[in-house]
Structures are given as C-alpha cells and as structure tokens.
C-alpha cells in the first residue's frame, strides 16, 4: 500500500550551522526559535538546475501554508565561487528566495542531515523530530500530502503555533536590467527599425532609434531575466529603445508591447537565450526570435514588427515529472530522433539558450533540465532529441549515449558544428554534425562533475568554472564565459590549448561577437554581466593572459566502504494517493557507474530495481560512485491490485548521487541512499 513515508523512530534534528543567515533582518535563527513550526529544510546550491526546479515547487506550498510552514534553505556549495557570500546574496535575490537561508559554506549542516545530494529535503515537525527525508525534485505533491497530516496531528497534540515566520525581505536591486541572461544582436532593418514602417502598434520609433538605424549599427535584444521580459537596448547599452512583456512573472501570449492606450499583456517567467531566425524563414512563420522561456519550460516566438508574443514549443509542464517507459536502456543509451510533430504537446525542462543550426534548418536547445540537446524545426513544428541520453555527467562519443551536464549555452561555427557550455561539468563541448545530420559529441575542455579550476595551457588539464556562455571568433576559435571564474576563457582548436581573454567579471553569463565596430575598428566581445546588471565592451586582446589558480575538486565527506560485495539500497515509498506506475513493468531503475572505472569490478550498468549488489575493487584507495536512481508513480487508487486511471497525473522521481567513498577493509558493506523514504 502507498503511505506518505514517515520515520518509524523518533529522530531529533540536528542544530543549524553555518556563517550567516540570509533574508532573516540580521538575525540568527535556531530549532528553538522555529519549534511549533513545520520545518522543511531545503539542502541547494545555486548552480543546480534541479535545486532550482524544487525553489519553484515549493513556492505554493509555502504561500498555502505560510502561518504554519517554514522553509530554511541550507546553501552547501558545489563550487568554490558558490561559498562567497557576495555571490550568495545575489543568487538569493536573483531566483526571488522568499524564505531564510543559512550559509553553510563548511557543509557543517550538510554533515550533520547526511545530505548526498543536491537537492535534498527534509521535513521537520513542530516538536522538532525528523519525520521525511528526500531527494531530488518532484516531491511537492507528497508534501502536499505529508503538510496537511503534520498539521492535523499537531494541532490536536496542541504543539502547532500558528503566525507568521521568520521571513524578512532584503532590499530589491534597482535598474533597467537585473540579473540579464543572454543577449542577441539585431542588424539594421531587423530591430526597431523595422517597427516604423509597421506604423505606432509596436510604439513610435525614438529619436535614438532613428539615429541608429541611419548609422546602419542596429540595435541589441537583452533576456532581462530578473524583471521576466526582453529589452531592446541601443548600442550604447544604456538607451531603452524597446521592451516586450508586463515584467510581471508569469505566461501569457498576446501582445508584448502597448498598442494605443492599451498595457501590454505577455509575460515571461526568467527568459534566457534568444536567437534570430534566418528571414526567409521568419517571414513564413510570422516570428523573429525565438526564446528561451526557462521556468516556463517553453519556447517562445517574438514578432518585431508587432511585438505579438506567441508560445511556439511547450505545454507548461517540465518535463522530469513526466513518465513512461524508462528513457534509457540497459545500455545506457537514450532515445534521441522525433519526439512529436505537435509542438505544443511536447514537454521541456528548462531550456536555456538556443542558437540557429544551418544544417539542421532548426532552432537547437540546450535543454538544461534533462541535460539533453533538443531541436525545433520552425516550419513544420517538428521537436526532436538530438544529443544526450539524460544521465548527467560528462561521456562523449554517438549521440544517443552522450552524456550532458546542464547544458547553457550554445553557438554555431563556420563548419556548422555546434559549440556547448556544459555548465556543471565546468566543459567545453562540441556537436560534431555531418552532412547527413549525424551528430557526435565530443569534449575540447573539462573532466568530470567535481573538476573544476582556473588553470590555462593544454586543453586536457585546463579547467573552467561553470561556464554559461560561448561564441565564435572570428579566427575560428571559441569565446566562453567562464560565469564563476568571472572571466571570458579562448579554446584554440587548431593548438588545443585554453588562455584568458579577460577577468573581473561579475558572473558573466553570456559572450557574443560585435561587429558594429561602434566603439573602434576591431571586433569586440559583448558581454552579459549578470551580477552588475550590464552589457559592457570587452576589447579581444592580440595576447592572451595565461593563468593558473589551480585545478579542484569538490570536496565532501567520503563515505568508507569495504573491497568486495557492497549492498546499494535506495528507498522510496510513494506518497498517499500515488502508486507505481507498473504499466511498462517495473517502474523504478538504476543507472550505476564509478570513477575511476576500475573501481567498480561489476554490478554497474543500468537496470531496473532499486536494489543492487556491487563489488569493488581492492585495488582502488578511492573514488567516486556515480548512482542515479529513477521511480514513477501516478496518482490512483492505494489498494495493491488498484487500476491506475487512464488520465491520471504521473509523476517521476530521480536523483543523480555522486557519492565520494575511500575503500577500508573495516568500511561499510552496504550503501542507503533516500530517494524518498526514511527508516
């Protein structure tokens, strides 16, 4: 029978440390203070899409229950640049955190809840007891289960206080951009320009539009993803000529710019990259730009004669929560090919930029949230998987077996390859595409999801720092904005060597070729300064810096485990209300791998159940064990021979575990990971 999971021994929490609390007025916060609150401690890092994907879930629960429901976001970096407190701050301020967060840079907290992975919650009750411990994201439906029951409970035990939490707002940032994404150039003709034959529905022109567009500089489109809209800046990076979309968070298609007296009525939810479309094909489809729509989980189509807003590939519902058949087989290999021919069926997960492929006539997608590739064909709406199985880590070779990390941005070269920044695996990727379409991935920068560094030279020791953003020169070799670096990395490919372009950037987020030659007769680099609000000039300079700060690892506590057989558990109970989804056999999976290989002497592979026996290897003093584990259930009835709906909501459940272990003969034999359950 499903039950919502519940420990079957009373468990008290451990005490909150770190080195500071965020969004509580200057206040330190304790359990003490929280007692006769439901407590759900939220262990993210602001690099992680999936911890970003759980801030979203949660925030109805929070607003539902916000006289009884505290969260505490516990932040335990990944990353070095995550454990500066300045960077810290404005993450909490750019993803719009309305709860306390603790600054656990030591992850002195992580320890102490045995937290493995990001995201992990856990849920504690007014008394102060553990009640649920849970991984990944997916889980607001159970919570939504779990909350209420805690609530009932308490109340009739008398230790449920209701009122208001601990919450105290920061003060806003202001200016015309915030926390801008991406940035696209618009030629002569393409951007406001052409709004003035089109007559006063889009807005008049500005004189400074008519200025440029007599000079021939065109203009510039922004994803000013903090106020949910797109801005067109003129080529001083300061003069508004355009914005598209109310600011208010949201989706909504229609009009993104006033027409006569009125508002305009589109919106957008944290839009990233954009790309213009050749003009043959815009004029067939009636749209300009695509963008990526990232909490949205669509694309979305911008008209810049009108400013009509229309949603192009998307049905709203992300798609790690969709089900089915398990997308990877026992080889490890995914599908890629056509997904559907009706776009707006299809579901994403965080697309975060796009770029125009001249081979492949479509718009590809890095679609961050699945770590997959995907494609869309404007003219016949047809949306596909191109590269990536949806295991995240770093594996190159065909592309249904390629392995992918948050892929954030993208960027075509003369030969129609297309260039990736593969965010969490701090790399510089490459889609090999032949003339037939066959796509191969490869890796020119990066070695893994714990490698990263500053380190330039030869590209196989060379390290970057969560890179978000990568362009073209043009000598052909590749631009990357090295986001927590806060610098613009080059990558020759004809040397294979990396050296740096420039530093001091405040998390630059994307890096674009300017040829308007406004600002000198060299080409110049563009660059989205996220964390200072701006587009700022950034000269190419003739020599390049070489740096070397060092290649690291992310370090968390290893687990000891003995040589031999090592029995691997993961738990998981589905909520009250849900079953397993059996329809396709047996709906849970793991996915186990190990570096180096050589510590995993068998029991790796993918295969379903949630229980495995491994064997490792004597001979390895240490590694890493790569688990990802995968459970579906739908919502239906809780007998045990019940018949799931044939419309009922599926839900999937997974989490990726990197679990650092060093081999002892006195180590553990057995390995428990929580996908969603506590003993």
């Keep these: 029978m499903s039950e919502t999971v519940r420990t079957h021994h009373r468990v008290r929490a451990s005490e909150l440390v770190g080195r500071n609390w965020l969004n509580t007025g200057g206040k330190s916060l304790d359990l003490e203070a929280l007692r006769g609150k439901i407590v759900l401690l939220d262990f993210w890092t602001f690099c992680c899409i999936n911890c970003l994907h759980v801030l979203d879930e949660l925030r109805p629960l929070e607003e539902k229950y916000s006289d009884v429901l505290v969260t505490v976001g516990v932040h335990s970096p990944k990353f070095e640049h995550e454990a500066d407190p300045v960077a810290l701050a404005a993450a909490v301020e750019r993803y719009e955190i309305h709860h306390p967060v603790l600054d656990d840079p030591e992850l002195e907290t992580w320890k102490a809840y045995t937290a493995r992975a990001w995201p992990t919650l856990v849920v504690i009750d007014p008394e102060g007891y553990i009640v649920a411990h849970l991984s990944g994201e997916g889980h607001a439906d159970g919570l939504g289960v779990l909350i209420p029951e805690l609530i009932a ?32 150039y618009l030629p002569a003709g393409r951007g406001s320009a052409a709004k003035s034959d089109a007559g006063a529905a889009a807005g008049a022109a500005t004189t400074a539009t008519a200025e440029a567009t007599a000079e021939g500089a065109g203009t510039w489109l922004v994803t000013d993803t903090g106020h949910h809209r797109v801005v067109e800046l003129d080529t001083d990076f300061h003069t508004v000529l355009g914005a598209f979309g109310t600011g208010n968070r949201g989706h909504a298609d229609g009009p993104g710019v006033a027409i006569d007296s009125r508002e305009p009525v589109a919106e957008f939810n944290e839009p990233q990259g954009l790309v213009l479309l050749p003009e043959d094909v815009a004029e067939k489809t009636g749209y300009d730009v695509v963008i990526a729509d990232s909490v949205n989980h669509r694309l979305r189509g911008l008209s810049l004669k009108d400013g009509t807003v229309t949603t192009l590939v998307g049905n709203g519902v992300q798609r790690l929560l969709e089900t089915g058949p398990a997308r990877v087989d026992e080889d490890a290999a995914g599908f890629t090919g056509r997904l559907s021919d009706h776009p707006l069926d299809v579901s994403l997960s965080s697309p975060w930029d796009v770029v125009w492929s001249s081979k492949l006539k479509a718009v590809v997608v890095a679609m961050a949230g699945v770590h997959q590739i995907f494609s869309f064909e404007p003219l016949s709406g047809e949306v596909s998987i191109i590269a990536g199985n949806g295991l995240e880590g770093l594996l190159d070779g065909s592309a249904h077996e390629s392995w992918f990390a948050q892929p954030s941005g993208l960027a075509e070269d003369a030969d129609g390859n297309i260039w990736v920044a593969d965010s969490e695996t701090s790399a510089l990727r490459k889609l090999a595409i032949d003339d037939d379409g066959t ?39 590749v631009a990357v904005a090295d986001t927590y670096n806060g610098a613009v990395r080059r990558y020759d490919p004809a040397t294979k060597t990396v050296s740096t372009l420039a530093r001091g950037l405040l998390e630059p987020s994307d890096v674009i070729v300017d040829h308007t030659q406004v600002a000198g007769k060299e080409p110049l680099l563009v660059v989205v300064e996220a964390n200072k609000h701006q587009l700022v000039y950034v000269p190419i300079p003739k020599e390049a810096q070489q740096v070397d700060e060092g290649a690291v690892q992310t370090h968390r506590p290893k687990s000891p485990v003995a040589p031999g057989p090592l029995e691997l558990t993961v738990r998981f109970t589905a909520p009250t209300g849900q079953k397993l989804d059996d329809r396709w056999g047996d709906p849970t999976q793991l996915k186990i791998s190990s570096t180096p290989p050589e510590l995993l002497v068998s029991g790796g592979g993918t295969s379903v159940g949630l229980l495995r026996t491994l064997e490792l290897s004597s001979d390895v003093p240490e590694g890493v064990l790569h688990i990802t584990a995968r459970a579906a259930a739908c919502d239906g009835p809780e007998t045990e021979d019940g018949e799931i709906p044939d419309h009922a909501a599926c839900h999937l459940y997974q989490q990726d575990w990197g679990i650092p272990v060093v081999v002892q003969t006195d180590g553990d034999a057995e390995l428990v990971l929580d996908l969603r359950g506590m003993d």
């Design 153 to 184: 409970q308490h109340e009739a035990r008398g230790t449920l206080h209701r009122g208001t939490g601990p919450y105290v707002a920061p003060e806003p940032t202001s200016g015309t951009l915030r926390f801008p994404g991406k940035a696209l």
């Design 439 to 477: 796509v191969t991935v490869e890796s020119a920068v990066g070695k893994g999801l714990f490698d990263f560094g500053f380190r330039d030279g030869e590209a196989s020791e060379a390290r970057l720092q969560h890179p978000l953003g990568v362009t073209v020169l043009p000598d052909g070799s």
